[in-house]
């Protein structure tokens, strides 16, 4: 038997306390620009708080009013939109090129990310055909090979940007969802050989990529250059000690750390809070997956199942690949730490995948 109740009150209250968190954090962080510029202070903070959370919020709650089903009666659309969008960025005019890549749409006043549309949309796709595909999905002509089309559609997209970074978090989302469908094991090594033929080639074939990885190799090899913002990170989340020097009184966010509201800002938490403030945030990023992995399999249906296990991964991987970015444990990544770093589109779209996850948490196995 199954019944609609309220939303999930432990998902509920990780996703306000990582919000939270986030705007704690992002307060501090931004110290750095008050200081130095204080139009990109206030650029940024309207940015972050007017389209990020109050519109994120508001999006929230609507979704979380939405029955989830209604994104698997229009994943198609909402696929192809999002193809269109993301593709749409190599367009002169609206399209915005930002250190080499092509990533951003312009709106008038705002620029807009539509990959992180794109990797929404590519869940509910996913969850969406897997759902139908059933007892098929074990064949490879029904099973593989479709899943393996609809992932080049958006990783080729992806590429040509270069975005490799979502693509990675994308594929952890939608291998997860495809192996807990029921995918045949055999099948399932085949798409990790395409995987790690993909990553070779990408390797192989970037510049930028390989100066990354020969980084993560030996990151005290250039601590000017490339080294330079993983060497100044362990600097500050070192000096952080175990409970930090206490929030807004972070040093290296002032004149040493790049990006400190953005790819770096766990830097930021590990020096204002310390081990015990980091500790805390990867915590709540674990509960964050595992009640996603908990509703999942008491949820109502396959597709409600693998809509919150695949949002739940999307989410929960990107963050753990920032932080472990910053920790020097993960080769550098341009990936924000979802509901902290600074970007809009980003704290919009996070806010809108736990909608859905909230929505799908009403419904329930009663016994």
């Known amino acids: 038997m199954w019944k609609e109740s309220p939303v999930d009150k432990v998902l509920l209250i990780i996703i306000i306390s990582l919000v939270t968190a986030g705007i704690v954090i992002y307060l501090s962080a931004t110290l750095g620009l008050l200081a130095g510029d204080s139009q990109e202070y206030l650029s940024k903070i309207l940015n972050q708080f007017t389209f990020g959370l109050i519109s994120g919020g508001i999006i929230c709650y609507l979704t979380s009013k939405v029955p989830y089903k209604f994104w698997r009666n229009y994943s198609f659309w909402i696929f192809l939109l999002s193809l269109l969008l993301t593709a749409a960025v190599f367009l002169p005019?609206?399209?915005?090129?930002?250190?080499?890549?092509?990533?951003?749409l312009i709106a008038g006043p705002l620029t807009f990310q539509p990959g992180e549309l794109l990797k929404i949309a590519y869940v509910i796709y996913v969850a969406a055909w897997l759902s139908a595909a059933k007892e098929k999905i074990k064949s490879f002509r029904h099973g593989t090979l479709p899943f393996l089309?609809?992932?080049?559609?958006?990783?080729g997209i992806l590429l040509l940007q270069p975005d490799n970074d979502t693509m990675l978090v994308m594929l952890a989302a939608g291998g997860a969802m495809y192996l807990v469908a029921g995918a045949n094991l055999k099948h399932v090594i085949l798409v990790l050989i395409c995987g790690a033929l993909?990553?070779?080639?990408?390797?192989f074939n970037n510049d930028y990529v390989r100066a990354r990885l020969a980084t993560f190799i030996n990151p005290a090899g250039n601590p000017l250059t490339s080294g330079y913002q993983l060497q100044q990170?362990?600097?500050?989340?070192?000096?952080?000690?175990l409970a930090g020097r206490g929030f807004g009184k972070s040093i290296q966010k002032f004149d040493?750390?790049?990006?400190?509201t953005g790819d770096s800002i766990f830097a930021v938490i590990g020096e204002e809070f310390g081990f015990v403030g980091c500790v805390t945030l990867v915590l709540l990023f674990i509960a964050l997956l595992t009640i996603s992995v908990k509703i999942s399999l008491s949820s109502k249906e396959t597709f409600g199942g693998l809509l919150i296990l695949g949002l739940g991964i999307l989410i929960v991987s990107q963050s753990f690949i920032?932080?472990?970015?910053?920790?020097?444990?993960?080769p550098l990544a341009g990936l924000p730490l979802l509901f902290i770093s600074h970007g809009g589109t980003a704290l919009l779209f996070t806010l809108f995948a736990s909608g859905i996850m909230l929505n799908i948490s009403r419904f329930k196995q009663t016994n």
């Open 256 to 260: 040493f750390l790049p990006e400190p």
């Open 233 to 241: 990170s362990l600097i500050a989340i070192g000096s952080g000690g």
């Open 322 to 330: 920032n932080m472990a970015s910053m920790l020097g444990i993960f």
């Open 198 to 203: 993909m990553t070779t080639a990408i390797v």
């Open 149 to 155: 089309i609809i992932s080049a559609l958006a990783f």
């Open 93 to 104: 005019k609206i399209g915005l090129e930002v250190a080499g890549a092509k990533r951003w």
